[in-house]
């Protein structure tokens, strides 16, 4: 009785262990596809502030011509340098560069509003204004960008999901502790956590990596405007 009693209790731990590790697997499965549903989406809003960008740069320049030629003149120069300024932005991987390249943007576009500040104060229209609100257009796209390229996943989320990656390796080093010629298989679990950790880090950081915003629409309409 006293053996089978045992037996009955080993069979229950075991039960009880198997339960706790497929539960916590689970959940390291779930925590993994939500971070990388996470990174995936502030991906793809970069991507798409991006092409918003290029194209309230685009339709500014050619709202310019709405303006007295002299004052066009003078602002579209500053409209393209401030595009490839932008162009810089999304390419550089040195931080370090970073303040300079804000300096710079900064500068431009307060001369790009100082110059649309002068016409529309003078001729005030509503032809002007729609210039004007394109010009502002230009302004907030940067803005958005920037928020884009700030939200991150947290850091919160990042030592959760090592908590329990490492939880979960240990659980399952335990539970193969008797096993002999598999545990080769025991570098599967570490692995793929991982290689998904690795990706997850990549497509979430804009500036580093090899997964990063190509500039495609920035760089067409720079483009068009040098061969127009």
């Keep these: 009785m006293v053996g089978t009693q045992g037996f009955c209790e ?8 198997n ?5 916590t697997l689970t ?29 309230a740069i685009g339709t500014e320049y050619v709202r310019l011509d ?13 409209l393209v340098s401030y595009l490839e300024q932008r162009i810089t932005f999304y390419e550089t991987t040195d931080r370090s560069q970073l303040p300079a390249i804000a300096a710079r943007k900064n500068a431009l576009q307060a001369s790009l509003w100082a110059g649309m500040a002068a016409p529309a104060g003078l001729q005030p229209s509503p ?10 257009d230009v302004l907030n796209s940067e803005g958005y960008t ?11 989320a990042w030592l959760l999901m090592m ?13 193969s502790f008797k096993v002999g010629s598999q545990r080769g298989l025991l570098l599967v679990l570490p692995l793929v956590v991982a290689v998904s950790f690795m990706l997850i880090a990549d497509i979430d950081s804009p500036r580093g990596g090899l997964i990063r915003i190509v500039p495609q629409n920035l760089h067409a309409l720079l483009a068009s405007l040098q061969h127009a």
């Design 19 to 23: 339960v706790v590790q497929g539960a």
């Design 127 to 136: 032809i002007t204004a729609l210039v004007v609100a394109g010009m502002n």
């Design 163 to 175: 908590v329990v990656a490492l939880g979960s390796n240990l659980l399952v080093g335990m539970g």
């Design 146 to 156: 920037q928020a884009a390229w700030w939200n991150r996943i947290p850091v919160a």
């Design 66 to 78: 709405l303006l007295p030629p002299e004052d066009a003149t003078k602002l579209r120069p500053l």
């Design 27 to 55: 959940l390291l499965g779930l925590i993994i596809g939500f971070s990388f549903s996470m990174a995936i989406s502030r991906y793809d809003q970069r991507k798409n502030y991006e092409e918003a960008e290029a194209n």
């Design 10 to 17: 080993q069979g229950e731990a075991a039960d009880t262990f």
